[in-house]
């Protein structure tokens, strides 16, 4: 093609190059639109499953029913009902069933629920991601020691409320990590563990250990504080008499308010 057939504008181009550099310098002009957060977009993508085959409902029951064979144990849930709710009174011949076998029938039926929600918050976490969905998990795993936690403190069973929380907090901290060493170490030699989560777990006990600590440790030093400084026999009736001398209503006040504190704290944390 001859030079003499390209028609050409003003500036002495061809008017199809003319014609791109008017589109370009349009186009850079505009702003491009703003990306969409990866994080949200990869987290919405993953929760609705997009480009991937949808679950109904009746393939997300069999695959519930059948996650474990404890959930045989499922039929000692109304078991466990009849052998409550049949005791008129504590005393026979109401009483049907012992407190032993009740408290059986329960234990039993616990075990599969427990499972359950751990399963649960597994298949959580393949929709809402491995952070949020490990936190899930650790919720879940804990939500029959948190139920308990409840009922014992709405019926003020302060006693046995800590004995829960102690035996939790040992569970968790001697007996899990033990078992969890000694099958590890008979099958492989060198266990590799993750360093981000074990620091994580030993910064999460060492914060519930010091929450503990801090209101047994701010009335052992108040108690010091008042009997110190007084005589032998001013300490020795302060100590018979420190029930109900010392812990009168304004300090109850204050255990309470702190307490309170450090629970918010720790559901912040």
């Known amino acids: 093609m001859s030079e003499s057939t390209l028609r050409r504008t003003s500036h002495g181009r061809p008017a199809d190059e003319e014609l791109g550099l008017e589109l370009q310098t349009s186009g850079s002009n505009e702003k491009p639109p703003k990306p969409l957060s990866r994080t ?30 404890l959930n045989i144990l499922l039929l000692f849930i109304p078991i466990a009902w009849v052998a409550h709710f049949a005791n008129k009174h504590d005393s026979p011949p109401e009483k049907t069933f012992p407190f032993s076998v009740t408290f059986v029938f329960c234990f039993l039926a616990i075990i599969p629920l427990e499972k359950l929600f751990e ?14 969905g490990e936190l899930l998990v650790v919720t879940l795993n804990n939500v029959v020691e948190g139920t308990l936690a409840i009922i014992l403190l709405k019926k003020c069973e302060l006693k046995l409320l800590q004995s829960t929380i102690i035996g939790v907090v040992l569970l968790h901290l001697l007996l899990i990590p033990g078992v969890a060493f000694v099958t590890g170490g008979a099958r492989i030699i060198e266990q590799d563990l993750h360093p981000h989560l074990t620091q994580l777990n030993q910064t999460l006990l060492t914060i519930g250990v010091m929450a503990l600590l801090l ?55």
Do not use: C
Not at 247 to 260: A, D, H
């Open 215 to 269: 209101p047994a440790a701010f009335f052992a030093a108040l108690d010091q504080g008042i009997i110190s400084g007084a005589p032998a026999d001013a300490a020795t009736q302060g100590r018979s008499n420190f029930t109900d001398g010392f812990l009168i209503e304004k300090n109850r006040v204050i255990f309470l308010q702190m307490s309170r504190g450090i629970a918010i704290l720790l559901l912040l944390v």
């Open 40 to 69: 949200h977009s990869r987290m919405g993508q993953r929760f609705f499953r997009k480009g991937k085959t949808k679950v109904g409902v009746v393939d997300s029951l069999k695959a519930l029913v059948f996650s474990s064979w």
């Open 119 to 132: 399963y649960g918050g597994e298949q959580m976490a393949f929709y809402v991601g491995p952070d949020l």
